[in-house]
Antibody
Framework: QITLKESGPTLVKPTQTLTLTCTFSGFSLNSRGVGVGWIRQPPGKALEWLALIYWNDDKRYSPSLKSRLTIAKDTSKNQVVLTMTNMDPVDTATYYC?????????????WGQGTLVTVSS | DIQMTQSPSSLSASVGDRVTITCRASQTISSYLNWYQQKPGKAPKLLISAASSLQSGVPSRFSGSGSGTEFSLTISSLQPEDSATYYCQQSYRFPPTFGQGTRLEIK
């Protein structure tokens, strides 16, 4: 079955760079159409899509955060890494990675458990 | 970006009630509308894709309908385990966007 799990720091300071890793199993990022994305959720608030990388290394970013985000994959390790620069307290959120089955379908059928990242000095 | 607006923001209903949550898109999205259920402290779970396609394993009391700009999620007979926040999401146009959520409580 498909599983995903996020890992990374729970606390970062303002202006620092956040690096999160999504480790997955049950599918391959070498398979045509497959993608892994990141979605975040501030405490008590709604979901916000951040970025997605596809099997062919096509990368898409939220237009509002594009300048701060980088997504990359390591298919040998079954991992996807998201970096977000210049962190601010408003970036405090639970960050989820999720599996997308088809190219540009933007449907997330499998999610990781999420990791809470707090931005504070 | 396409804005997704859900109503109501919260509701309380009794076991056995029929419950409907509405989602409105700021422009037409055909049937590219998905529904997720999120329980406290858990990741969202995909319930319905393409407006009305029930995901495998999702109880048949859940159904979705609509097209264009107006969509709805209906629970035909509310169960205690349906207490959750429900989100709609459009997958018609980049970037994908979510509604603000509807919190459903059981009386």
């Amino acid at each position: 079955q498909i599983t995903l799990k996020e890992s990374g720091p729970t606390l970062v300071k303002p202006t620092q760079t956040l690096t999160l890793t999504c480790t997955f199993s049950g599918f391959s990022l070498n398979s045509r159409g497959v993608g892994v994305g990141w979605i975040r959720q501030p405490p008590g608030k709604a979901l916000e899509w951040l970025a997605l990388i596809y099997w062919n290394d096509d990368k898409r970013y939220s237009p509002s955060l594009k300048s701060r985000l980088t997504i990359a994959k390591d298919t040998s390790k079954n991992q996807v890494v998201l970096t977000m620069t210049n962190m601010d307290p408003v970036d405090t959120a639970t960050y989820y990675c999720a599996h997308s089955l088809q190219y540009f379908d933007w449907i997330f059928a499998h999610w990781g458990q999420g990791t809470l990242v707090t931005v504070s000095s | 970006d396409i804005q997704m607006t859900q109503s109501p923001s919260s509701l309380s209903a009794s076991v056995g009630d029929r419950v409907t949550i509405t989602c409105r898109a700021s422009q037409t999205i055909s049937s590219y509308l998905n529904w997720y259920q999120q329980k406290p402290g858990k990741a969202p779970k995909l319930l319905i894709s393409a407006a009305s396609s029930l995901q495998s394993g999702v109880p048949s009391r859940f159904s979705g309908s609509g097209s264009g700009t107006e969509f709805s999620l209906t629970i035909s007979s509310l169960q205690p385990e349906d207490s959750a926040t429900y989100y709609c999401q459009q997958s018609y146009r980049f970037p994908p966007t979510f509604g603000q959520g509807t919190r459903l409580e059981i009386k």
